[in-house]
C-alpha cells in the first residue's frame, strides 16, 4: 500500500499536481519592486502570517510574458508592483479582488476594479549636475527634446519597463494633444541612452556614466540619500502621480494566501514602511517621506489610465518604429 508520501511523489512525477500548489504556507509573488521594498516588506509579511514567500523578480514586459505562457497551469499567485495597464490590458490573466483596506486608500488613485494600488509613483529627473560639462540642469520634458543633451540621458525601454511606459505615455498626454506630444518625446528618444532595466537608470547617474536620468522619484532619493552627486528634477509643465499596481493571478495555485499578501501591503503599518524607502503611500491615513516635496508643489498630468490600457500595445509598437528612425 502506498503511503502519502510516496502517493504524492509517483503524482508530482507525473505532472498531476503542482508543488507550488502542494507547499503549504507558501506563495509565489512576481514582482517588479525595487529590492530595498521586497527586503523590507516580504520578511514582515512572513512573520506576521507564517506564510513563506518566493519572489520571482523581474521587469513588468517579462514578468508578463511568464505570466502569459504559465496561464493553463499558473505558478504565481500575485503580480507585485507594474504599471497597472499590464494588468487591465491582460484581464484573463487575473482575477479582481477588493482588499479589506479598500476604504483606506485615497479615492483618486483607485483606478480599476482589477488591481489594487501599492504606492503612488512619481516621474522625475535624477541630474548628476557635475557631469554636465556647463549644460544647464534640465527643468522640462521640452528641456530633454533639446539637441545639446544628446546621448546624455539615460531612459528605460518603454517597451521592456512599465515605469518608463508610464513616462512615454505621460508625455504624450502632457502638451494638449498626442500628436504634440509625440513631437517633445522624438526628440527626447534621440537623446535617450536606452536600458532594458529601469533600475540602471539612476545608477548610471550616480555613477557618472551619464549626467540625467528619467526614473521615480524614490529612485533618485534613495541615492541622493546614501550621498550621492545627485538632484531630483520634477518636470515644469506637469509629471506623471500614478499608482502601480498589485492584483490576484487568475488560477494562481494559492488565492486566499495572495489576497493576505495584498492586504499586507496596504496595512497602516507596511505603508509608513513604503513612506520610509521614499515612495508615496496610498493610504489616506500615512504621510509622505518628510525629504520628499507636498504633492501640492508638483504638477500632476491627469493621467488617463484607460486611453494608456487600451492603447498600450498600439503605443509599444509606435515606440519601437519610432526607435529604430531616431536612435
Known amino acids: 500500500m502506498l503511503t502519502f508520501k510516496k502517493k504524492l511523489a509517483v503524482m508530482l512525477a507525473a505532472g498531476l499536481v503542482s508543488s507550488v500548489a502542494l507547499a503549504e504556507g507558501t506563495i509565489t509573488v512576481y514582482t517588479a519592486a525595487p529590492q530595498n521594498f521586497v527586503d523590507a516588506l516580504v520578511p514582515m509579511f512572513e512573520e506576521q502570517s507564517g506564510t513563506k514567500v518566493e519572489i520571482i523578480k523581474a521587469g513588468s514586459g517579462e514578468l508578463l510574458n511568464r505570466l502569459t505562457a504559465e496561464s493553463a497551469r499558473p505558478i504565481a499567485d500575485v ?29 483618486d488613485l483607485v483606478t480599476s476594479d482589477m488591481w489594487s494600488p501599492f504606492t503612488a509613483v512619481v516621474m522625475a529627473f535624477i541630474v548628476n549636475e557635475g557631469k554636465l560639462d556647463g ?28 515605469s518608463a511606459f508610464i513616462q512615454f505615455a505621460t508625455v504624450l498626454q502632457a502638451f494638449g494633444s498626442e500628436e504634440a506630444g509625440w513631437e517633445v518625446y522624438k526628440g527626447m528618444l534621440g537623446n535617450f541612452v536606452l536600458s532594458d532595466s529601469s533600475g540602471a537608470v539612476p545608477r548610471f547617474v550616480n555613477d557618472g556614466e551619464l549626467p540625467i536620468g528619467i526614473t521615480l522619484e524614490d529612485a533618485a532619493l534613495r541615492y541622493k540619500q546614501g550621498g550621492g552627486p545627485v538632484t531630483i528634477v520634477y518636470p515644469s509643465e506637469v509629471t506623471a502621480l500614478a499608482p502601480d499596481a498589485m492584483a490576484i493571478v487568475a488560477g494562481g495555485p494559492n488565492p486566499e494566501e ?50 494608456a490600457a487600451n492603447n498600450r500595445a498600439t503605443l509599444v509598437e509606435a515606440w519601437g518604429e519610432v526607435v529604430l528612425d531616431v536612435q
Open 79 to 107: 503580480l507585485w508592483s507594474v504599471d497597472g495597464t499590464v494588468i487591465d490590458f491582460n484581464v484573463d490573466l487575473f482575477e479582481a479582488y477588493t482588499s479589506v483596506h479598500a476604504d483606506m486608500i485615497a479615492p
Open 135 to 162: 549644460l544647464a540642469v534640465p527643468t522640462s520634458w521640452a528641456d530633454l527634446a533639446k539637441p545639446e543633451y544628446d546621448d546624455l540621458i539615460s531612459s528605460a525601454r518603454a517597451d521592456k519597463s512599465g
Open 258 to 307: 495572495g489576497k493576505a499578501f495584498i492586504d499586507f501591503i496596504l496595512t497602516k503599518e507596511a505603508q509608513e514602511v513604503v513612506a520610509g524607502l521614499g515612495r508615496r503611500p496610498v493610504r489616506s491615513d500615512v504621510a509622505s517621506n518628510e525629504l520628499l516635496v507636498p504633492l501640492t508643489e508638483i504638477k500632476a498630468v491627469d493621467y488617463d489610465f484607460q486611453w
